[in-house]
């Protein structure tokens, strides 16, 4: 069974910046799309970045970019997803999810990824 570890959150301040991880593991197969979403309190989920197995297809929330980046290891397992000038606004519970199927341009939905991590917290102060 897939399992999703995050972690890597944490409180900071406005300006400040963060790497959250997400470690896989149950699996020896490689996942084809490993996507971040986060989820505001009393808010609903929300898209914030993806990227397919082999790198070369990145995306963002517009909310988001120039801001964060994703990247993974080079055994392409392990994802990162690095936030600088975090804002109050991006406070949230920080989830990974990946997808061991071709999911193409749906990266944006998260009914299409099979598996899903715990959450970590993000809180950034002003």
């Known amino acids: 069974q897939v399992q999703l570890a995050e972690s890597g959150g944490g409180s900071v301040q406005t300006g400040d910046s963060l790497r959250l991880s997400c470690v896989p593991s149950?699996?020896?197969?490689?996942?084809?799309?490993m996507g971040w979403f986060r989820q505001p309190a009393g808010k609903e989920r929300e898209f914030i970045a993806a990227?397919?197995?082999?790198?070369?297809?990145?995306y963002f929330a517009d909310s988001v970019k120039g801001r964060f980046r994703i990247s993974r290891d080079n055994a392409k397992t392990t994802v990162y997803l690095h936030m600088a000038s975090l804002k109050p606004e991006d406070t949230g519970v920080y989830y990974c999810?990946?997808?061991?199927?071709?999911?193409?341009?749906?990266?944006?939905?998260?009914?299409?990824?099979?598996?899903w991590g715990q959450g970590t917290q993000v809180t950034v102060s002003s």
């Open positions: 990227l397919n197995w082999r790198g070369d297809k990145i």
């Open positions: 149950g699996t020896t197969s490689l996942w084809w799309h």
């Open positions: 999810a990946a997808a061991y199927e071709y999911i193409g341009s749906e990266f944006r939905d998260e009914r299409r990824y099979g598996y």
